[in-house]
């Protein structure tokens, strides 16, 4: 009975997407200094959270501590309720898709770097495909989902190869969806197609973007602003640019007059769009 609950609740998990960082302090070595400290935060299932900070701020430490690719020195994250230290770390990584600054193909064939597994029929492959609009590139192909990938994918752009991993996380069903500076080589074309895509396929998702480009997080629900190794500031983004002593305000500002004004459109349509929402 023990092991039929663990598999159901290992075939679930997570399911909502909720994220409980508490009194986490993180080291690389045992006697390091801490990179973070005493961070504490929730995020709501589905929400929808731009982490921010300048550089060595820690916002890139969050999701390796999410991860366990080290683990934590104190503290315990929690994802929908449980302890992730007593997840094993394959299903940990398994159920959390990265969409990474460099994405990453190995070489094969179009079906082993989405499905590695061989978990997925080719109809839902070709639905994924098509949800990034890669099906239009890979169907021509030889061999369909069976054609090649090059060593390091060097025969698709970079930014089919960044489609490729949202394809895979689209695949995977993950709920809790993590963007590490998804878009920072992108041309602008490109970068919009993969907003787009990240857009319409993870509205229920929770979804964390780790970037310094402001334009690609000005829309989440709140700003998670890192600085030194503690969460400075966590609000909507409009809430933190109405303060002129905010960080994430500074930031917005230093950005120039016209990017600035931009930015803040940007938040004053989406508060806009939550309002006329709620009255529906």
């Given at each position: 009975l ?9 075939e679930?998990?997570?399911?909502r997407?909720?994220?409980?960082f508490r009194?986490?302090v993180?080291?690389?070595t045992q006697y390091?200094?801490?990179?973070l400290?005493?961070?504490n935060?929730?995020?709501n299932?589905?929400e929808?959270?731009?982490i921010?900070g300048r550089?060595?701020s820690?916002?890139s430490t ?6 366990r ?6 503290g315990?994250?929690?994802?929908d ?8 770390l394959?299903?940990l990584?398994?159920?959390?898709a990265?969409?990474?600054?460099e ?9 082993s ?27 021509p192909?030889q ?7 090059v060593?390091?994918?060097?025969n ?20 809790i969806?993590?963007?590490d500076?998804?878009t ?23 979804v964390?973007t ?13 700003i998670?602003f ?11 983004p ?9 960080m994430?305000?500074?930031?917005v500002n230093q ?14 349509e ?6 006329a929402a709620?009255?529906k």
């Amino acid at each position: 009975l023990k092991t039929l609950l663990f598999f159901n609740f290992t075939e679930s998990w997570p399911s909502r997407g909720e994220i409980i960082f508490r009194d986490i302090v993180l080291r690389y070595t045992q006697y390091g200094v801490s990179v973070l400290k005493q961070v504490n935060f929730k995020i709501n299932p589905q929400e929808k959270v731009g982490i921010v900070g300048r550089t060595g701020s820690g916002k890139s430490t969050l999701l390796i501590a999410l991860l366990r690719i080290v683990e934590l020195s104190q503290g315990k994250i929690l994802v929908d309720g449980v302890d992730i230290h007593s997840i094993g770390l394959r299903l940990l990584r398994s159920r959390i898709a990265v969409i990474p600054q460099e994405p990453v193909l190995f070489l094969g064939t179009v079906r082993s770097n989405l499905d590695p597994y061989n978990e997925s029929d080719d109809f839902a492959i070709w639905k994924a495909l098509a949800a990034v609009h890669l099906d239009v590139i890979i169907r021509p192909m030889q061999g369909g989902l069976n054609a090649v990938v090059v060593q390091n994918g060097r025969n698709f752009s970079l930014g089919q190869r960044q489609l490729f991993c949202i394809a895979r996380a689209i695949l995977n069903k993950s709920c809790i969806i993590v963007l590490d500076e998804a878009t920072a080589a992108m041309d602008a074309d490109t970068d919009q197609m993969i907003q787009s895509a990240i857009l319409k396929n993870f509205a229920r998702c929770t979804v964390l973007t780790i970037a310094h480009r402001l334009n690609t997080i000005i829309d989440s629900d709140r700003i998670l602003f890192m600085d030194a190794g503690h969460v400075a500031e966590f609000d909507k983004p409009l809430t933190l640019m109405n303060n002129p002593q905010s960080m994430f305000s500074m930031m917005v500002n230093q950005t120039g007059p016209e990017s600035a004004r931009k930015l803040r459109q940007f938040a004053e349509e989406k508060l806009a769009r939550e309002i006329a929402a709620e009255k529906k």
